[in-house]
């Protein structure tokens, strides 16, 4: 059970303290120590491993011990043994009493008696004497098998208390040292300390979990160098000697600790709390150094100076020291109201009784004692619109004693005196005790306010005259909480909230006598705020135990205490989450109350605990009989997610800043200037756990790490500002009401100040954050940088906002996410749940970047940054700032929204100035204060002509409804204006007419040609005609040509894979030229070559659409692909790739399914298809394929979040492209077979030129036997049978079928394809695993781009797959290099552990050994790793990892995957045995071997490397092949024959004589390499030190 409690505790981590150990044992390097010295990491362990390892394995072998007890007494007996041992050690001898050299738990018990008087006679622990008593006892039980002498299943809580003892002494005892140690101090004992206290630490939990949080603050290693143990070592004496009762051990056992001058009588702490200590005492000395000599003489404790303590209801736990002990007078007049008649009981109400102060003045005089005060303000602002509380019909507001009127009320409508009592404490004295709490925070800088008295008089008005403790026979909030703490269960003793108040009563009271003269000690408002959380708890309990009480009262009554407590808790949804503030004031206020809407109240109300600073934790589960419906239980979670960003870190703390910027907003709005200026300065809402301390809105409008690499906004902020701390000096000026905010109304400083906060404090520390996560990502952090994202969408988003909202009220977020949301309507860019467009994109990136990291991939994500986060949000400062100029120009400067505007304008300017000035100036000019009239008209232009510049995108701005303008130039084509293609054949949604009508450039090429005016002809060609070419705001800013498409493809289309592979076929032509042009530009040296044509008039048209427009459309496809990777779904210019796709491939003035109307490719393929019999109703089968693949395409990116919140999208994309290429291929080769028919070269020649470089990763003969006879040398007519058989065998390849290419006259006809069973270098499967045996084309294909220098081409294959694919469930699914390279699935090779243990041994670089060959192989392609290799020597690294480590181990797996399934009992996986050994087969040969025995010259797996070193070796036969080759050849057949005989112990040993066969070509080429680089000097380039 012990243990339970441990992982609780810490986490769920099951290895807590090994994970602090092994941190503590990087020294300097450590997380959780930073900076620490030497003899603090000796002490974190040290004590870890005495306090916490030892005695829970101690424990965890006597309860194994009992637990065996009457089964297996000699395994009982040894299992108790260690347990004794693990407490004592060998270290202590064998005598009674030990040696005291010992380092276990015994060990610290004797160390430590002596300070606390616990020791025996002989100077050694009486715990000590007790636990060698009791292991005695418990062995002889076990042994005699008396186990019901041994408690079952627990152990006696007298030997856990014994063990707790020397825990807790411990951790008291280096409190007591450590806190007379200054700051920064380097002492060994504040590791011990830190050490001691994690053993303690988790049972302090299991019975008062803010008792445990107090001593893990106080005992934490502080990285920072802050004082060791900053409360001192009497709040951690206290502590912990409030729980030694629960923790079951005696205060008598623990002792007195005799170094230290007051409180260390743990009994007397137990009892009666802590006394004054003076400022100076002696510093106790380490247990391992012994009393010195100069230890200083203890200073008596001084007398209190103020007047004689005073118990309080002589058992409540709190001493009054001042007057204020007389408010708890004012109980009695509560007591009168509830048990006498209304007239009576208005005259105690109205003028007191018993106190000197009436209820009646708490609400009455409140608006000048409260008027500073935050949560007053919240409560009024709440209530300011409520009818129940407008004085008179004279449209001013009674809120200022909202209170009275509800008590009022209660007494002269309802005549309810017991509702008015009710209503007096959880309204009127609530209320008072908040003020004298903000009052005593305010006296450390206030020195006329007295904090021990504002203190004292909180606490009186809390607990009241004559309370008892645990009472609920009282008047005031301390009773109401034991009240409604015994309908939630706690039925004895005192009432948990109760318990925690008056702690931290005691706490603040002690913290504000003591801090006059400086800022309120963040202990002290952090106490306040708890309690103010706590005293809410009782109101909400009430409030759900009254809404479920439908027989506990009439339904009038029990409507007006359902009201009451609505009104006493509700308004403080306002200063929190809007929306829920709204809802729940309907439903439980201005609304009758329907007992049918509680499931949705109750979930609403949970979902905002945290605006009470509770949990449900606090409130519990409603026991009452009455109880219908649960505010909590019943597995009830509080979701982390923010507005559909999931967040992997806890930033709820962060993303509660918004709450200030609300709160400031109602201050503001209040007139509590003094109090928004506090919460700017000082924070409310969000709390830093770890140091207790507050973030604040001026932290991050100051924040210096705002210059971080990547945020160029930052520097055109300030450089426009010439201030690095504009936002805060504008915040600080509005505040103040200085300069030019002099004279204002509050309503226009709120809206100034909170469109400031957000629009330019929140904005620009989420970028900040955005571009540290990127600077970690690419520095190695341990995260990634997912924290600092997480931040980062914590403060656009807030916590408003990422909660979950009611459809019916609008959320009232104040970052920027609210900002796009607000405006969107005004933009038309809503969604159907009001949710603005540019708020939507921005959770997207956001997902997308996170994904982007936690991948490692920081480019990409800050590509997110840049082009997503950053235009998105600068969407919704221009949409906010045309609204607001809108608004403006209609109302004037009233309403705030002036201050609204002015805000906006700070926030924009920057950003517009630095592409237009002038428009900047005509922005200033039209949104600043008492800026005359503003033309709304106007700043449109202006963001018009600067929205170039800018990274937003005009058509994402919108157009603006009122006027109908937009901030799209205007002679601009709307980028997101649909384009219907072929007479509806295809619809894009995005404006692609200008790539449409670039097919009118071949039209009217064709023209040209045909009247004779080829000059004309090339002038269109290269210089373009009828496609405009925009940017993406829709501005013409140039003409597209055909030429230009191959004239950029080295730029723009060097890591693509197919143009790749044209490169490279081409490469070695004529030394780098084709056609005398380079060859990245062959396209076009082809078409210009068209034009000297003397037969063929139109073959330049032909070559410009089979080659130039072709490879572009597959760049399209590559470019669509890869958005969707980088997340983004739009091209630079703001267009789909995939509608550009379609507008290049059908191209304008295409009629479905004509040949004759029409000129781009899609017309190209349905007049070749229709002579290859592929007509098919209309559309050949090609362009029905490739349409309907489009249109999958398109709908997979449609998906809201489908590129940006996914890691799937792009692949499933990328699967897409691929079948689209496959299926463009088709007109080529139809057009190259047709030609070879009717022998024209000139055609045969271009057709080739577009199709036979395709070919160059599929087997190397045929590519260099069609490239010779069709590009190199004249094909001979006889020959154009084997070249078009040549030409089917590349289908598989290419990912075609005999089919898809048809039959020209007899042509085609014969085509079969590959066979299913298709033999490997002479073994023939029983299973179809040609897609398999296709790996090798992966590899053919990584080896062609690493010659190339293609390095992205490579990881894409690598890591994607391409031409390998295996049946799964849900059809063929394409696996890759790095997925064998990586799979878990290889533990079932018995080998893959040495492989493993040694690359873990021998290469430090490797995280995870598993997964050395992607290691490996990802260094390889990282240029900044290996800066000395050359690419030749990369190429060899990828290549062979790829061939002889990555292949050749999931050869092994296969083969032993088949071992098992065979040896299965499931039939299914029996039958699948055989698949699996022909997988192996085919991971070893691979398709490039072909058919025939022996192989051929252009494999690349381990057959062909054992027939490349076999003559070397002296090892081959006659025809020239390799010995084993043979050999491995009968041993798969063998192996073939078992898995279809069931044979598995003969299949075992089959694949082990592979497996050992296999190594033969290893050891061989590594012998050979050896020999070959012996003479190399170190750093050689050769090729051969890679291999």
């Not at 600077?775 to 997480?790: I, N, P, Y």
Request: aromatic fraction near 8%.
């Amino acid at each position: 059970p012990e243990f339970d409690w441990f992982k609780t505790y810490y986490n769920d981590d099951d290895n807590y303290a090994d994970t602090v150990i092994q941190d503590a044992f990087k020294g300097s390097a450590s997380t959780n120590f930073p900076g620490a010295s030497p003899d603090q990491l000796q002490g974190v362990v040290f004590r870890l491993l005495q306090t916490l390892v030892t005695p829970m394995y101690s424990l965890q072998e006597m309860h194994k011990a009992i637990n065996l007890c009457g089964s297996d007494s000699k395994a009982a007996e040894d299992a108790w043994d260690r347990g004794a041992a693990l407490y004592i050690g060998s270290g202590e001898g064998t005598e009674a009493g030990g040696t005291g050299s010992g380092v276990l738990l015994h060990s610290l018990a004797n160390e430590v008696c002596d300070k606390f008087g616990t020791c025996d006679d002989g100077g050694r622990a009486q715990a000590n004497s007790d636990m060698i008593d009791f292991f005695q006892r418990g062995k002889e039980s076990l042994s005699d098998g008396s186990c019901a002498a041994l408690p079952n299943p627990t152990l006696p809580a007298r030997l856990i208390g014994d063990m707790r003892l020397a825990m807790i002494q411990g951790t008291l005892h280096f409190a007591a040292v450590n806190d007379k140690l200054g700051a920064n101090s380097r002492e060994g004992s504040i590791g011990e300390g830190f050490g001691a206290s994690r053993s303690i630490l988790p049972y302090l939990n299991q019975v008062n979990a803010f008792d445990s949080r107090s001593v893990d603050k106080n005992m934490a290693y502080a990285s920072s160098g802050g004082k060791p143990v900053p409360d001192g070592y009497v709040e951690v004496f206290s502590s912990i000697a409030k729980a030694l009762k629960k923790m079951e051990v005696d205060c008598g056992d623990v002792g007195v600790y005799t170094d230290v001058v007051a409180n260390g009588d743990m009994c007397a702490l137990a009892n009666g709390g802590a006394v004054p200590v003076p400022p100076t005492q002696s510093v106790p000395s380490s247990p391992a150094s012994g009393p010195t000599a100069s230890s200083p003489t203890p200073v008596p404790v001084q007398a209190p100076t103020r007047p004689a303590p005073q118990p309080e209801g002589g058992q409540v736990d709190y001493t009054f020291t001042t007057a204020g002990k007389e408010a708890g007078l004012i109980a009695n007049d509560v007591k009168d109201i509830a048990s006498t008649n209304v007239a009576n009981a208005k005259t105690v109400y109205n003028n007191g009784k018993s106190s000197t102060t009436s209820l009646q003045s708490l609400s009455t005089n409140a608006s000048s004692r409260y008027g500073q005060d935050r949560l007053y303000n919240i409560y009024r602002f709440a209530f300011r619109d409520e009818p129940v509380f407008v004085d008179g019909g004279t449209g001013s507001l009674a809120d200022s004693s909202y209170a009275n009127t509800v008590i009022s009320k209660a007494l002269e409508i309802a005549e309810d005196t017991d509702l008015a009592a009710v209503a007096s404490v959880a309204m009127n004295t609530w209320m008072e005790i908040v003020h004298q709490l903000e009052q005593a925070v305010l006296s450390c800088t206030d020195s006329s306010i007295d904090g021990a008295l504002a203190m004292d008089t909180a606490t009186a008005y809390y607990v009241g005259a004559g309370q008892i403790k645990g009472s609920s026979n009282g008047n005031l909030m301390y009773a109401m909480a034991e009240e409604a703490a015994d309908r939630f269960g706690e039925n004895s003793g005192e009432a948990s909230s109760n318990t925690l108040i008056m702690s931290h009563f005691r706490d603040a009271k002690v913290l504000a006598d003591s801090c006059s003269g400086g800022s309120p000690p963040i202990q002290l408002r952090r106490a306040v705020d708890k309690i103010i959380a706590q005293m809410n708890v009782p109101l909400i309990r009430n409030l759900v135990y009254y809404m479920n009480a439908e027989t506990a009262k009439d339904e009038s009554e029990l409507e007006n205490f359902i009201e009451l407590y609505a009104l006493s808790t509700v308004p403080q949804v306002a200063g929190c989450n809007p929306g829920a503030f709204s809802y729940l004031r309907d439903e439980l206020i201005d609304y009758e109350w329907d007992s049918d809407d509680l499931g949705d109240i109750l979930a609403k109300l949970r979902d905002n605990l945290n605006c009470f600073g509770i949990t449900c934790s606090d409130i519990g589960i409603l026991q009452d009989p009455v109880a219908t419906q649960q505010l909590c239980g019943g597995g009830a979670t509080t979701s982390t997610s923010l507005a559909g960003y999931e967040p992997s870190t806890d930033v709820s703390r962060i993303a509660s800043i918004d709450r200030d910027v609300l709160q400031i907003n109602i201050m503001l709005q209040m007139g509590a200037l003094q109090q928004a200026r506090a919460i700017y300065v000082g924070g409310q809402s969000s709390i830093i756990e770890r140091n207790d301390a507050y973030t604040t809105l001026q932290d991050l409008a100051t924040d210096d790490d705002r210059i971080v690499p990547g945020n160029t906004q930052f520097d055109i902020y300030s450089s426009y500002y010439s201030n690095p701390y504009y936002a805060d000096s504008i915040i600080m000026d509005a505040l103040d009401k200085k300069g030019v905010f002099g004279g204002l109304s509050n309503d226009h400083i709120a809206q100034f100040v909170v469109g400031a906060l957000r629009e330019m404090v929140t904005y620009m520390y989420g970028i900040r954050e955005l571009y540290t996560a990127i600077d970690e990502c690419e520095s190695d952090s341990a995260d990634h940088g997912s924290a600092s994202w997480d931040r980062a969408a914590a403060v656009l988003i807030g916590s408003i906002d990422g909660a979950k909202q009611s459809d019916d009220y609008p959320s009232g977020g104040k970052l920027m996410y609210s900002l796009g949301n607000e405006v969107c309507d005004n933009f038309d860019k809503c969604s159907d749940s009001n949710i603005g467009a540019s708020s939507s994109k921005v959770v997207e990136y956001l997902t997308g970047g996170k994904l982007f990291l936690s991948d490692k991939e920081c480019e990409g994500a800050s590509d997110l940054v840049d082009v997503g986060i950053t235009s998105s949000l600068q969407v919704s400062l221009i949409q906010g700032s045309i609204n607001a100029t809108a608004q403006l120009s209609n109302l004037g400067s009233s309403d705030g929204i002036a201050g609204a505007a002015h805000a906006l304008m700070y926030a924009v300017a920057p950003l517009v100035d630095a592409s237009n000035p002038s428009s900047a100036k005509t922005i200033e000019n039209n949104m600043k204060l008492n800026g005359g009239a503003a033309s709304v008209d106007s700043v449109i232009d202006a963001f018009s002509d600067a929205i170039a510049g800018m990274s937003a995108d005009c058509t994402e701005v919108g157009v603006f409804q009122a006027t109908a303008a937009g901030v799209c130039p205007p002679d601009a084509v709307a980028t997101d204006t649909p384009v219907t293609l072929a007479n509806g054949l295809y619809t894009t949604s995005t404006y692609v007419q200008d790539r449409a009508l670039l097919a009118l450039d071949l039209r009217d090429m064709e023209k040209a040609l045909n009247d004779g005016n080829s000059e004309v002809a090339k002038g269109i060609y290269e210089g373009g005609l009828n496609s405009d070419i925009y940017d993406k705001n829709g501005k013409k800013v140039g003409t597209r040509s055909l030429s230009s498409f191959s004239t950029s493809a080295p730029l723009v289309m060097s890591q693509e894979p197919t143009y790749i592979l044209f490169k490279y076929a081409l490469d070695g032509l004529d030394q780098g030229l084709y056609l005398g042009g380079p060859t990245g530009e062959y396209a076009d040296s082809i078409v210009q070559k068209a034009f000297e044509s003397q037969g063929n008039t139109l073959l330049p048209v032909e070559a410009a659409r089979a080659l130039n427009l072709w490879m572009y459309v597959v760049h399209e496809l590559y470019q669509a692909v890869d958005n969707c990777r980088r997340k983004l779904l739009k091209d630079d210019d703001g267009v789909h790739s995939i509608d550009e796709v379609a507008a290049y491939y059908i191209g304008d003035s295409q009629q479905t399914g004509s040949a004759e109307e029409g000129h781009s490719l899609y017309a190209l393929t349905e007049e070749i298809g229709e002579k290859f019999g592929q007509d098919n109703g209309g559309q050949t089968t090609v362009n029905v394929k490739i349409i309907s693949l489009l249109n999958d395409a398109k709908t997979e990116i449609s998906y809201p979040g489908a590129c940006t919140t996914s890691n799937d999208s792009y692949k499933r994309l990328r699967t897409l492209a691929h079948k689209i290429i496959s299926q463009m291929t088709v007109p080529l080769i139809q057009n190259l077979i047709y030609n070879l028919a009717e022998n024209d070269r000139e055609r045969v020649q271009l057709y080739a030129e577009a199709f036979v470089p395709l070919t160059a990763a599929c087997n190397p003969g045929n590519f260099e036997y069609l490239r010779d006879k069709l590009m190199v040398d004249q094909y001979n007519v006889v020959d154009v049978d084997n070249i078009i058989r040549v030409i089917e065998s590349t289908y598989q390849c290419l990912g075609l079928t005999c089919d898809d290419i048809g039959t020209f006259n007899d042509y085609g006809s014969d085509c079969v394809g590959t066979p299913k069973l298709n033999p490997l270098a002479g073994y023939i499967p029983q299973t179809d695993v040609r897609k398999i045996a296709a790996l090798d084309l992966d590899i053919q294909a990584i080896q062609i781009f690493m010659k190339e220098r293609a390095y992205d081409a490579v990881r894409d294959y690598y890591t994607l797959g391409r031409h390998a694919s295996m049946t799964t469930r849900i059809g063929d699914e394409v696996f890759s290099l790095k997925d064998l390279a990586t799979t878990s699935t290889r533990q079932i090779v018995p080998s893959f552990e040495y492989f493993k243990n040694y690359f873990g041994a021998e290469v430090d670089e490797i995280e995870d050994a598993a997964d050395y060959a992607d290691h490996m192989l990802s260094m390889a392609l990282d240029t900044d790793k290996l800066p000395l290799a050359s690419p030749e020597q990369r190429t060899e690294i990828v290549v062979k990892t790829s061939q002889y480590l990555i292949v050749f181990m999931a050869a092994l797996e296969a083969m032993y995957e088949a071992i098992d399934d065979c040896r299965s009992n499931d039939s299914q996986r029996k039958a699948n045995a055989a698949n699996e050994w022909d997988k192996a087969a085919a991971y070893v040969i691979g398709s490039l071997e072909g058919t025939e025995s022996g192989g051929t010259e252009r494999g690349l797996l381990m057959y062909s490397l054992a027939n490349k070193r076999c003559e070397q070796f002296n090892r081959c036969e006659s025809d020239g092949t390799a010995e084993l080759n043979g050999l491995l050849i009968d041993l798969l057949y063998a192996g073939r024959g078992e898995t279809m005989g069931s044979n598995c112990d003969a299949l075992q040993k089959t694949t082990r004589e592979i497996e050992q066969l296999l190594q033969v070509p290893l050891i061989q080429g590594t012998l050979r390499y050896a020999i070959a680089n012996e003479k190399l000097v170190f750093f050689d380039k050769s090729k051969d030190l890679a291999e």
